[in-house]
């Protein structure tokens, strides 16, 4: 079961519980209310610069919580949400929500502050998002200088020159690219040469083999090398214990972020603090 801050307040529903086709239907549909009434909201976890120790990007992570059912977990919602053609509203609600919470934040925390958000790779292969995207920033009076885009591999991508196009229509309004996930599906590197990123995060999965595999450190030290030779930044993401910390830092990653760093926080529990790394012994 997940472990942040929002399930010691009620129910997690896990994605066993979900398995029917039937089940999914329901879902989807439950979904699409949930995305009308705002039962959606969003958690952030700080990203840490290995240099200052200091967090300037806060990556939002969404959550539903369906009235006297419980907690909904990205990993329940989103796949049936691509499949059905309700992760554009999702992406969308995700991108307003953090325009209002980034002008809070930057009053009342750091002025500094940026948003690195999640975004499906379906919703950047269309232009029309894109433009919502652009008129959601001006409503707000926000600038999409101070927001990262995270594109995730997890879903394919059907056409990559539609997800340029979409990526280079935000740039010019200052928006920055990160490639999510690298390295664990089969077109990760094509993707990497192609889309105009200027963040790479090295997946989990190969973070949490360090001390456990050699051959997975070398792959690590290695994607560090390229990223930075491409002129890219790199981002450890799911850091959970001090060799990793350690490790990672010593390999020249530029960015970390983990549970034991920080957990993904409610808006309303984000400090100052918050943003300051806690002290990690060396091993
Ligand atoms: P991701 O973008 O790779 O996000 C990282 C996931 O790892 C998050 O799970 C986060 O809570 C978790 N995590 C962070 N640090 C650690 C750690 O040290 N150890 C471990 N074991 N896990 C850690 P979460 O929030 O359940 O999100 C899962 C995935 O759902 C995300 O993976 C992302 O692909 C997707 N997602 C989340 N929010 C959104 C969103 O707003 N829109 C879209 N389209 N996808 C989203
Ligand atoms: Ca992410």
Redesign the pocket.
Known sequence: MKNDNFSKKGRTVSSERINSAEQQSQLVSKLQNGIKNDELSLHYQPRFDAITGKADVL?ALVRWYEPGVGLFYPEVFISPAEENGLIFSLDLWVFEQCCKDLLQLQQTINPNVKIAV?ISVLTCESIYYAQKIIEISERHNVSLLDFEF?I?EATRVHDVRKVIAFCDTLKIYGATFCL?DFGTRQSSLLNLQKLPVTTV?ISQQFVHEIGQSDQSETIIIGLIRMIKDLGMQSVAEGVETNEQYWFMREAGCDQLQGFLLGRPLRFMQLKSQSLEEPVIESC
């Open positions: 990556e999640n995270e995730t999510d995060k």
